[in-house]
């Protein structure tokens, strides 16, 4: 994208010009997002011991639903809903960031990161007038990488983003909650099962991370291989 400002006042505000900022912003963020991919990683890799034995450490290095769910017998509401929420909450600035300081460099880099989420990348280019609502909802239901960095590029404002995202994530937390607590013997069963036989689901799970990491890196696809390509993709 050039740096020049275009003079159409009805062009998509994604192709505003880069917003200029401190040569340290990019290297700060790409190394919150490399921090909460290794935190991700090391939580898939241990699951199996933390699950039983330290539930909270388990959901503040990954907070997915299965282990929101799956820590449900062994943890308090308050604690989950404390911790889980930050750990969710995490990552939503970094891509918001991403998106409101890159605009079209940013898209361009998330198409290739993030390729399930083209059609997001070709509504937002559309510049369709209903896009704005449709955003909205999409922070409040799935605040996910591409959705907040999405946010960013579109200029939704800030305090708008973070309030939509909370609801959105303590929405999804409850509702993980709920689930753990309807199937709470069924979890408890299964939980049994991963206590009896965790060495070796330490072992396919920790060997199926490194894998998962080592092919991101050689393809370059994926989160980890385009936080390796950050710098490189956005010109700094």
């Known amino acids: 994208m050039d740096d020049e400002t275009s003079s159409d006042p009805g062009e998509p505000s994604h192709t505003a010009p880069v917003r200029t900022h401190p040569r340290w912003v990019l290297p700060a963020i790409g190394a919150g997002i490399v921090a909460l991919v290794i935190a991700?990683?090391?939580?898939?890799?241990?699951?199996a011991?933390?699950?039983?034995e330290r539930p909270l450490l388990l959901v503040s290095m990954n907070a997915s639903n299965k282990y929101l769910i799956g820590t449900t017998?062994?943890?308090?509401?308050?604690?989950?809903?404390?911790v889980g929420t930050?750990?969710?909450?995490?990552?939503?600035?970094?891509?918001?960031?991403?998106?409101?300081l890159y605009r079209d460099r940013a898209v361009h880099w998330a198409r290739r990161v993030f390729p399930a989420s083209g059609q997001l990348f070709d509504a937002l280019e559309s510049g369709e007038g209903s896009f704005a609502r449709l955003l909205d909802a999409l922070v409040v239901i799935m605040p996910n990488n591409p959705v907040c960095?999405?946010?960013?590029?579109?200029?939704m404002r800030?305090?708008?983003f973070v309030t939509l995202a909370l609801v959105g994530t303590i929405g999804r937390i409850v509702l993980m909650r709920w689930i753990g607590v309807v199937f709470t013997d069924q979890i408890e069963d299964l939980l049994e099962v991963v206590a009896r036989y965790q060495r070796w689901l330490l072992a396919a799970s920790?060997?199926?991370?490194v894998g998962y990491v080592f092919w991101q890196l050689r393809s370059h696809t994926g989160l980890v291989g385009g936080v390796e390509d950050l710098e490189e993709e956005f010109g700094e």
Do not use: C, H, K, Q
């Not at 991700?40 to 699951?47: I, L, P, Q, T």
């Not at 960095?149 to 200029?155: I, K």
């Not at 920790?206 to 991370?209: E, K």
């Open 86 to 100: 930050a750990r969710l909450m995490a990552p939503d600035p970094l891509f918001y960031a991403l998106g409101y």
């Open 40 to 47: 991700n990683n090391v939580g898939n890799a241990a699951w």
């Open 49 to 52: 011991s933390w699950i039983n």
């Open 206 to 209: 920790g060997l199926a991370v």
């Open 158 to 160: 800030f305090a708008r």
């Open 149 to 155: 960095l999405v946010a960013g590029v579109s200029g």
């Open 73 to 82: 017998p062994n943890t308090g509401f308050w604690e989950v809903m404390v």
